[in-house]
C-alpha cells in the first residue's frame, strides 16, 4: 500500500503537514518572546498601558495557537490509533497476549508521529534564533549558544535513548504480565478443582512485580533525566543573561536587544530539548511501522470497488490455489466437500492466518464472522449486542426479531447468557452473532456453514434479511445448506 492511500485511510501520519506546524508554532514563540522584550522595555520607561498591550499579545500568542496546535497532534495521532486498531481488528482473536501488546505498543508508537514531526519542525525553525542572538547580544553570546547546543544535544539523545531502552524493558515485562493473567484466567476452572489458585496467583504476583520494578526504575530515570536537561538549559539562559547585563552594566547595549538576546535563547533551548529529547521515537515509529506491515493488516484494492481480492492464494489446507474477486455489495457462495479448505480459505482471506502463497487483499475494515463457536461475553444480552455502543433499546430488539429471536426470554435485555453465552443453543448463538453483525453495520459479512443450524422457517427469515442489506458483502460457505439461494458468484472448491 502506498503512503498517500495509507493517507486516506488515516493509517498514516501527515508528516510533512505537522513539520510545518510546529515551524508556525516555533515562529510565533518567537514572536512571543519579541512582543515580551517590548513589554519590559516599556514597563521600564513608564509606558504602563503600552507594556500592558504588548505584555497580553506575547501571552496571547505563546499560549493559546501552541494549545490550538497540540490538540491537533492529539486528534491526528487518536485517529491514527483508531484506524490501525480497525483495521486489525481481524486478528486480534487469533493473536497471543503477547502479541497484543506488541500490535498495541506498535500503534502507540506509530501514532505519536505526528508529535514528533510538530517537534521536530520546531528545532528546525529553532536555529533561525542564532541570527538574532548575535545580532541583539553580539558574537559572545551567539558563541556560548552553539558551544552548549554542541554539549547539550548529545546528552538529550542519550537521555532518549536511555527512556526507549527502559521503555522497551517495560513492554516485555507488561508483556508476560497480561499473558500470565490471561492463562491463569483461562485455567482458573481446573486451578480451583484441584485446589491450586494460590499457585495462579502466585504467578501474577511475580510478573506483576517484575513490572512494577521496570516502572520505579523508569521513573527514576526519567526524574534524573529532566535534572540534567533542565540544568542545561539553565546554565545556557544564565551565561548569555551574564554576558549581555555586563554589557547593560557598562552601557555597551541598550535593554531591548539584551532581552531579546536572553528569550530568545530561551525559546530555542525549549524547542531543541523537547525534539532532542523525543528524537528516540523516530526510530520507534520505524520498528512499529515494520511490527505493523508483517501482521499482514488488510490491503485495500486500488481501484476501491472491490472487497475481497485473492490472487493465486494458496492456504494451510494445501490444495489448489484460489483466485477470487468479491465486489462491494455482492453475495458470493464458496462450496465444496467437507474438510476442502473452505474455512481455512476464508480465515486467510479476513487475513486471520497468512497465505502460504499468492496476496490477499481486503477492503472492509468492519467485518462480522458468523459461526458456530462465536464468542460471546460473560454479562447480558445488551452487553452483547451493544459492546459499549449507543444503541437504544429499541433497536437491539428489532436486531434480535430480525434474526427470529422473539421469544419472552430474548425481550429482556437484561438477561444474562452465561460465560461465553453457554445459556444458549447452537442456533440461538448463530442468529445472535449475526444480529450483533448487522446491527454494527459490517461491510463484509462472513457466514461460515451457518445454515444446518436454524430451521427452515428461520433460514427464510434470514434470507430476506440478508437481501433486505445490499451495501453488505455477504460470502457464505457451505457444503449442503446453504443460505445464500440466489448468490451472484459461486466459487466451487475441489480437493487436490
Not at 498517500?4 to 518567537?30: C, M, Q, T, Y
Not at 506491515?293 to 489446507?317: C, F, I
Request: overall charge neutral; aromatic content about 4%.
Amino acid at each position: 500500500m502506498e503512503d498517500n492511500e495509507r493517507l486516506e485511510l488515516g493509517l498514516a501520519i501527515p508528516r510533512g503537514r505537522w513539520i510545518a506546524v510546529g515551524v508556525i508554532n516555533a515562529g510565533l514563540s518567537f514572536g512571543a518572546a519579541l512582543a515580551l522584550a517590548s513589554g519590559i522595555a516599556a514597563l521600564a520607561h513608564n509606558e504602563g498601558g503600552r507594556a500592558l498591550v504588548l505584555l497580553l499579545v506575547s501571552l496571547c500568542v505563546r499560549v493559546f495557537p501552541e494549545l490550538a496546535f497540540r490538540h491537533g497532534v492529539t486528534v491526528t495521532e487518536e485517529r491514527t490509533r483508531t484506524s490501525w486498531h480497525n483495521a486489525s481488528a481481524t486478528q486480534l482473536g487469533f493473536s497471543t497476549p503477547q502479541e497484543l501488546h506488541q500490535l498495541d505498543a506498535a500503534i502507540d508508537a506509530l501514532a505519536g508521529g505526528a508529535q514528533l514531526a510538530f517537534l521536530r519542525g520546531g528545532a528546525m525553525a529553532s536555529m533561525v534564533a542564532l541570527p538574532l542572538i548575535m545580532v541583539t547580544g553580539g558574537w559572545l553570546p551567539a558563541l556560548l549558544v552553539v558551544g552548549l547546543l554542541g554539549i547539550s544535544v548529545p546528552i538529550y539523545i542519550r537521555v532518549g535513548r536511555q527512556s526507549e531502552a527502559f521503555a522497551e524493558d517495560f513492554h516485555r515485562r507488561r508483556g508476560v504480565l497480561v499473558g500470565r493473567q490471561l492463562n491463569v484466567l483461562r485455567a482458573i476452572t481446573d486451578l480451583r478443582a484441584l485446589g491450586a489458585v494460590d499457585f495462579g496467583a502466585e504467578q501474577i504476583a511475580a510478573a506483576s512485580s517484575s513490572e512494577n520494578r521496570a516502572v520505579m526504575t523508569a521513573v527514576r530515570v526519567t526524574i534524573r533525566s529532566s535534572l540534567v536537561t533542565e540544568f542545561l538549559a539553565g546554565v545556557s539562559v544564565g551565561l548569555v543573561a551574564m554576558v549581555v547585563g555586563l554589557r547593560l552594566l557598562h552601557a555597551h547595549a541598550t535593554l531591548w536587544p539584551s532581552l531579546v538576546a536572553v528569550l530568545m535563547t530561551a525559546e530555542m533551548f525549549v524547542l531543541v530539548r523537547r525534539y532532542a529529547v523525543e528524537f528516540h521515537r523516530r526510530e520507534d515509529a520505524s520498528r512499529a511501522r515494520d511490527t505493523l506491515m508483517s501482521w499482514h493488516l488488510p490491503v485495500p484494492p486500488v481501484s476501491g470497488r472491490e472487497t475481497l481480492d485473492l490472487q493465486s492464494v494458496v492456504t494451510d489446507a494445501a490444495g489448489p490455489s484460489v483466485s477470487l474477486k468479491v465486489m462491494k455489495g455482492e453475495r458470493v457462495l464458496i462450496t465444496g466437500p467437507s474438510g476442502v479448505g473452505k474455512t481455512t480459505l476464508l480465515d486467510t482471506a479476513l487475513g486471520l492466518r497468512a497465505p502460504v502463497a499468492g496476496t490477499v487483499r481486503r477492503n472492509a475494515f468492519r467485518v462480522g464472522v458468523v459461526r458456530a463457536d462465536n464468542h460471546f461475553l460473560e454479562g447480558s444480552l445488551r452487553d452483547n449486542l451493544a459492546l459499549g455502543s449507543a444503541k437504544t433499546d429499541t433497536a437491539l430488539i428489532s436486531a434480535l426479531r430480525s434474526v427470529g429471536l422473539s421469544s419472552p426470554s430474548f425481550t429482556d435485555l437484561d438477561r444474562q447468557i452465561g460465560e461465553d453465552g453457554r445459556a444458549l443453543s447452537t442456533g440461538e448463538r448463530v442468529r445472535l452473532a449475526l444480529a450483533r453483525a448487522v446491527l454494527h453495520d459490517a461491510d463484509l459479512l462472513v457466514l461460515d456453514d451457518i445454515a444446518e443450524f436454524v430451521d427452515p422457517e428461520t433460514r427464510e427469515q434470514l434470507r430476506r434479511l440478508i437481501a433486505q442489506r445490499p451495501d453488505i458483502t455477504v460470502v457464505e460457505a457451505g457444503h449442503d445448506v446453504v443460505l445464500l439461494t440466489a448468490p451472484d458468484q459461486t466459487f466451487t472448491m475441489v480437493r487436490s
